[in-house]
């Protein structure tokens, strides 16, 4: 069974499936008002994903890596790039993906649909209906713990907005 993983702000690690954040604020593939859950196939996509919302003027909170298995049953799989709306992959997340993600969590026939990240194409992200009777069945089964998950200091920018990169310079071995 395929794992996923929800990343979420270590105080919300109580309540990662409800789909209240998303309904609030809205997503990539869904409107405001319209619950989701955002997961991905592995931590560190996960891990990406937050990275790019950050709030660099807030303190990095910790966060908690949350598994889910999900039945292949209840996998929408993932359509064709070409498929998607021209727009899916624009930085501002476009209406176009809204209106489609909508459209799925409606319908609510499957618990999960599998979507391309727009960072790492390549790599998958899921879209859970919170909705979808299925989802306690497999929280149930998913018997790991949540890992906690401290993002790095050098991954976050610099407070004045600048990024740098500076190469690890070897270490003089000791003769």
Not at 6 to 20: Q, S, Y
Request: hydrophobic residues 40%; glycine residues 6%; proline residues 11%.
């Amino acid at each position: 069974m395929p794992l996923v993983w929800r990343i979420v702000p270590l105080h919300h690690a109580d309540t990662p499936f409800d789909g209240e954040g998303a309904r609030l604020h809205g997503g990539r593939w869904n409107s405001v008002g319209m619950p989701a859950v955002y997961c991905a196939s592995s931590i560190a996509l996960g891990v990406l994903e937050i990275l790019v919302h950050l709030d660099t003027g807030r303190p990095t909170p910790e966060f908690a890596a949350i598994p889910l298995e999900l039945d292949p049953r209840h996998i929408e799989p993932m359509p064709l790039l070409s498929a998607l709306p021209r727009d899916w992959a624009h930085a501002s997340a476009p209406e176009s993906t809204r209106r489609l993600g909508d459209a799925w969590l409606s319908r609510n026939d499957r618990l999960a649909f599998t979507l391309p990240s727009v960072l790492v194409p390549r790599e998958n992200n899921y879209l859970i209906n919170p909705l979808h009777r299925d989802l306690s069945m497999q929280i149930q089964r998913t018997v790991e713990p949540h890992e906690l998950v401290r993002l790095d200091r050098r991954l976050l920018p610099l407070p004045t907005g600048k990024a740098t990169y500076s190469m690890p310079r070897p270490r003089k071995s000791a003769d």
